[in-house]
Structure formats: C-alpha cells, structure tokens
C-alpha cells in the first residue's frame, strides 16, 4: 500500500471520528438537560448512545493506529510531524483535522467530567435519602415493638 493511499485512509478515518465526536460532544449536551431536569429514562438513553459511540470511536482509533503504524515503519519516523508535507501535500489536512479531534475531545472531556460530578452528587445525595428512610424505618419497628409489648 503507498504512502499516499495510507495518508488518505488515515484522513478518511479521522473525518469519520470527527463526526462522532460531534455526535457524542451532542449526547454529552443532552445527558446534561437530561440530568438537570431530573428524567432517568433520558438519562439512560443518553449513556446508551454515548457507549454505541465511543465504540464506534474505539474502532476507528484502532483502524488508524494500525495504519499510522505501518506509515511510520514504511517512512522511517516516529512522529506525524515528520512526515515531509511538500512531499505528501494531505498530511497538511491530516493533521489540521487531528488538531480539531484533540480539541473536541477536550471539550467533550469537560461536559463529560461535569455531568459525572453531577451524578455522583445525585447518588450521593439518593444514598443519604435511602438510608434516612432505612433509619426511619428502625424507629418505626423499633415503636411497634414497643407498642406490643405494652399490650
């Protein structure tokens, strides 16, 4: 396979992952509405089309890294940044397009670990609750037992 055949399937794989970045940068949107109106079904969803793209993503990434492995040993680098672009003129948009994926991801990184806060705080908040109601439902054996043994 030629070096420019592998540069453009590694610059199709990209626009592809690009695109389900900004779908799930999407679901991270969602989930977050979905969090704050309080809708678990919404929520569920939203976690289940997050997992159907990360394994999308998760499949391209190992696409690319199987070809990128076979550029650099055919080249004789180690790095994209030395792959010569006057030579190979699509490396340019290869990596103007990983730029933007780093970028995306951080972004959805953000929404991510903020919607995960969110969660936490409401599981935390829900295992308070639960076990106020478990306590309150000692005292209240604990009142029946009572009430019993006075009879």
Not at 32 to 48: F, W
Not at 49 to 77: A, V
């Amino acid at each position: 396979m030629s070096v420019e055949i592998i540069i453009n399937e590694l610059l199709d794989i990209s626009k592809g992952k690009y695109r389900y970045l900004q779908i799930l940068l999407g679901i991270e949107k969602n989930l977050s509405k979905s969090i704050e109106l309080d809708k678990p079904q919404d929520i569920v969803r939203q976690i289940e089309l997050k997992d159907k793209y990360t394994l999308e993503i998760s499949e391209l990434d190992m696409k690319f890294y199987t070809l990128f492995n076979k550029l650099k040993s055919g080249l004789g680098i180690d790095t994209i940044e030395k792959i010569k672009v006057e030579k190979y003129p699509q490396v340019k948009e290869l990596k103007k397009i990983v730029g933007e994926i780093l970028k995306l991801t951080e972004e959805i990184g953000t929404v991510d670990n903020e919607n995960t806060q969110i969660l936490e705080k409401g599981l935390e908040t829900m295992g308070n609750k639960l076990r106020a109601m478990k306590q309150g439902g000692r005292v209240s054996n604990a009142y029946r037992a009572h009430k019993k043994i006075e009879k």
